[in-house]
């Protein structure tokens, strides 16, 4: 007969703590978001594409995608990206792709970004972008096989 006590208690919670602690934040980080829950910061992620900018979107004109809201410039580009949010949408849910390289999950910044084969990838600061630069397959290749880690 075993003897369930505080110390068992406190063994099997720092147990299932560590067992599912990362998958929990790993399911519910599939979009990198602000403080106020917006995706990208609030930028209008088709603005890449037309104006080749960052730009601001408006609480005015709000998409829910994925269970997150994204605000874009005018109605037209929100219908936009509503029509196709996966041509539209950052890679790796708009977390710093060099970061996902390494295994780390940490919020793309808007306005360091890249678009290389039709799809656009954030970066946390600068240098990010400028490693992508200089081989962006094997930092993708490894930014992908960390991010279906994080999703199995």
């Known amino acids: 007969m075993h003897v369930f006590n ?12 560590a067992h599912s602690a990362f998958p929990a934040f790993a399911a519910a980080a599939k979009i990198a978001t602000d403080k106020s829950g917006i995706a990208i910061d609030g930028y209008d992620t088709t603005a890449y594409w037309h104006v080749g900018a960052a730009n601001s979107g408006s609480s005015a004109h709000t998409v829910q ?12 580009t929100a219908a936009e990206f509503e029509a196709a ?10 977390f710093c792709t060099r970061a996902m390289s ?48 994080l999703h199995a």
């Not at 505080?6 to 703590?17: D, F, H, K, Q, V």
């Not at 949010?85 to 708009?94: I, L, S, V």
């Not at 799809?119 to 930014?143: C, H, N, R, S, W």
């Open 6 to 17: 505080r110390r068992t208690a406190l063994l099997l919670g720092t147990a299932a703590l």
């Open 65 to 76: 995608w994925l269970g997150t809201p994204w605000h874009f410039a005018d109605a037209e």
């Open 85 to 94: 949010p996966e041509k539209y949408a950052p890679q790796f849910g708009g």
């Open 102 to 149: 390494f295994g780390k999950v940490v919020n793309g910044d808007p306005e360091v970004w890249r678009i290389y084969q039709g799809k656009l990838y954030l970066f946390a600061q600068p240098v990010g972008g400028k490693k992508f630069d200089e081989g962006q397959d094997p930092m993708i290749e490894k930014a992908q096989a960390n991010w279906d880690k």
